[in-house]
T-cell receptor, first 117, second 115 residues
Framework: DTAVSQTPKYLVTQMGNDKSIKCEQN?????MYWYKQDSKKFLKIMFS???????INETVPNRFSPKSPDKAHLNLHINSLELGDSAVYFC????????????????FGPGTRLTVL | AQSVTQLDSQVPVFEEAPVELRCNYS??????LFWYVQYPNQGLQLLLK??????LVKGINGFEAEFNKSQTSFHLRKPSVHISDTAEYFC?????????????FGAGTQVVVTP
């Protein structure tokens, strides 16, 4: 029972191509995130959605477009891939704060390693 | 806005020796604090968190951390490491007032345990 799952795990593609990464969480969380981890392991948040609405949009090239068809899914589409897009992309989810939730932490998927040739 | 500094990029340690990973943060607001571990080729897993109450927090796999508000630190410790503790460790902070729970991560500390 994977809590946060991502597909594919590995993605190798040519420069200029368009690709998508899918993320699903079965935790019933309201908020989902996309992070990029570079070769030095630095984690940078890219986007966050709450109940299908965009709430965080860091300075990411507009070639990256997140889509949330429902609150359990957050997909990442990347147009015109560049060499610098090579990285590991992590999806994460968390419960809204307030209410009865005492969770507060984010739950991470296993990552998608994107290699652009 | 918050920032997180992990003072050591790499910490070599012998098996069964103690280890301490340092994390300092700066913030103009009250924060929640977290430590995550990333084993090779895996996602991030929560080790422990400080939300409120006792400043000494115990987590999984024998790790503990101490929140020091005056020094704005949240250092992670383990009294005796195993080979299996070889991993990347991330400190993270989150604004208490932030409903969406945005995290700011440190740059990570790589722990390499050798026999």
């Amino acid at each position: 029972d994977t809590a946060v799952s991502q597909t594919p795990k590995y993605l190798v593609t040519q420069m200029g191509n368009d690709k998508s990464i899918k993320c699903e969480q079965n935790l019933g969380h309201d908020t989902m995130y996309w992070y990029k981890q570079d070769s030095k392991k630095f984690l940078k948040i890219m986007f966050s959605y709450n109940n299908k609405e965009l709430i965080i949009n860091e300075t990411v090239p507009n070639r990256f477009s997140p889509k949330s068809p429902d609150k359990a899914h957050l997909n990442l589409h990347i147009n015109s891939l560049e060499l610098g897009d090579s990285a590991v992309y992590f999806c994460a989810s968390s419960q809204d704060r307030g209410g009865t939730s005492l969770s507060y932490e984010q739950f991470f998927g296993p990552g998608t390693r994107l290699t652009v040739l | 806005a918050q920032s997180v500094t992990q003072l050591d990029s790499q910490v070599p340690v012998f098996e069964e020796a103690p280890v301490e990973l340092r994390c300092n943060y700066s913030s103009s607001v009250s924060v929640y604090l977290f430590w995550y571990v990333q084993y090779p080729n895996q996602g991030l897993q929560l080790l422990l968190k400080y939300l409120s109450g006792s400043t000494l927090v115990k987590g999984i796999n024998g790790f503990e951390a101490e929140f020091n508000k005056s020094q704005t630190s949240f250092h992670l410790r383990k009294p005796s490491v195993h080979i299996s503790d070889t991993a990347e460790y991330f400190c993270a902070v989150s604004d208490r007032a932030d409903s969406w729970g945005k995290f700011q991560f440190g740059a990570g500390t790589q722990v390499v345990v050798t026999p």
